[in-house]
């Protein structure tokens, strides 16, 4: 697989616990958010997004929170699984629509303990 | 999945030589980009399209060309491949939603 884990932050969970992967970003006018996974050898994949309207977006099994007040993104996971082995990647834009490009934190590796 | 083919997978090449990485698309989105992903520096931007002939640079477009002749074909030139363009090369598009779709990557070691 690619290589791309090294140097990365990572966060290693028990199989069946919550996963919490927080992320820090740094443009205030940044208006949408977008969590990826990527697992080793592949693309990034979509999880799940949200706009700066809201503070709160579920998906199946997955979370993210959005405070605007301190810039801060998470990414919840409920039971970990470990195909949920991968880096995950926080990344905003500034706008709607794909003329606003997204700018990528740079991952966190999420490690899952059998 | 989304329908991206990225071509080559895998590329081994020596330093001062030409190198093109094509990027085919059949969902028929508008805007299709490039990305390169090193350690410790995650995905940045080195071109992208906003529609036939419509191209502009993103963060790391020094020593990279782009060019689209056609909505489902995104190609990525070095003119003259360093050591410092050995990364692994991801090709994206999107619709008007914002959401980017990858494709597998191309892996580009430059000797």
């Known amino acids: 697989g690619e290589s791309v884990g090294l140097h990365l932050p990572t966060l290693s969970v028990q199989e069946g616990d919550n996963s919490i992967i927080n992320c820090a970003y740094s443009?205030?006018?940044?208006?949408?958010f977008i969590w990826y996974k990527q697992e080793s050898g592949k693309g990034p994949q979509f999880i799940i997004d949200?706009?700066?309207?809201?503070d709160k977006r579920q998906g199946q099994r997955v979370t993210v929170l959005l405070n605007k007040t301190v810039k801060h993104l998470s990414l919840q996971i409920a039971a970990t699984q470990p195909g949920d082995s991968a880096v995950y990647f926080c990344?905003?834009?500034?706008?709607?629509?794909?003329?606003?490009?997204?700018?990528f934190g740079k991952g966190i590796t999420l490690s899952v303990r059998p | 999945d989304a329908g991206i083919t990225q071509s080559p997978r895998h590329k081994v090449t020596e330093t001062g030589t030409p190198v093109t990485l094509r990027c085919h698309q059949t969902?028929?989105?508008?805007?299709m980009y490039w990305y390169r992903q090193d350690p410790g520096h995650g995905l940045r931007l080195i071109h992208y399209?906003?529609?036939?002939?419509?191209?502009d640079k993103g963060e790391v477009s020094d020593g990279y060309s782009v060019s689209r002749s056609k909505t489902e074909d995104f190609l990525l030139t070095l003119e003259s491949a360093t050591s410092s363009q050995t990364s692994v090369y991801f090709c994206?598009?999107?619709?008007?939603?914002?959401?980017?779709?990858f494709g597998e990557g191309s892996r580009l070691t430059v000797l």
């Open positions: 443009n205030s006018a940044s208006d949408y």
């Open positions: 969902e028929n989105h508008r805007y």
């Open positions: 949200i706009r700066s309207n809201m």
């Open positions: 990344a905003e834009s500034g706008g709607n629509g794909a003329n606003s490009k997204l700018t």
């Open positions: 399209s906003y529609g036939v002939k419509d191209t």
């Open positions: 994206a598009i999107s619709d008007n939603t914002g959401e980017l779709f």
